[in-house]
């Protein structure tokens, strides 16, 4: 780190504290040359999580929209808020820890219904009828048979 009065590439860190519930690190340093002391914050980098939609467009990746999705889905269902928070975070938890930048509509989906499957299949059967885009009741029937 360079030192702010002198320039000085070398410093000791001489107290560090967790600032923001973890989200950053105040530290403390103080200058090998000039015994100058300054502060540094370090905060983590987050990437921002994209979403490649079925037509390529790309748009930010938006919690807000994913919970509307299932709180429509199990509109009227007895399933908790916390529940559907938890849902909400395993999904995005999951984007992020990908490791890519960009998932894609398809991706996200396919979780989505997962976890609706295993919470409650009328949920599931309406996320699914949107998601993909039953023409029919003939097709709405086999999704049905397979559960």
């Given at each position: ?9 070398e ?32 905060y ?52 992020h820890?990908?490791g890519?930048?960009?998932v ?15 919470v ?28």
């Amino acid at each position: 780190m360079k030192c702010p009065y002198c320039e000085h590439q070398e410093d000791r860190v001489i107290d560090s504290r967790s600032k923001h519930d973890g989200a950053s690190i105040r530290r403390r340093r103080e200058c090998l040359k000039c015994g100058k002391r300054f502060t540094t914050y370090e905060y983590i980098e987050v990437t921002p999580l994209v979403v490649v939609k079925t037509d390529n467009r790309s748009e930010p990746f938006e919690r807000g929209k994913l919970k509307r999705g299932i709180v429509t889905a199990l509109a009227k269902r007895p399933v908790s808020p916390e529940a559907i928070e938890k849902i909400v975070s395993d999904i995005e938890e999951q984007c992020h820890e990908s490791g890519r930048q960009q998932v894609t509509s398809q991706a996200i989906g396919a979780m989505v219904m997962k976890a609706l499957k295993s919470v409650d299949e009328v949920a599931y059967i309406r996320f699914a009828s949107v998601y993909r885009r039953f023409e029919d009741a003939g097709e709405f029937r086999k999704e049905l048979d397979r559960m």
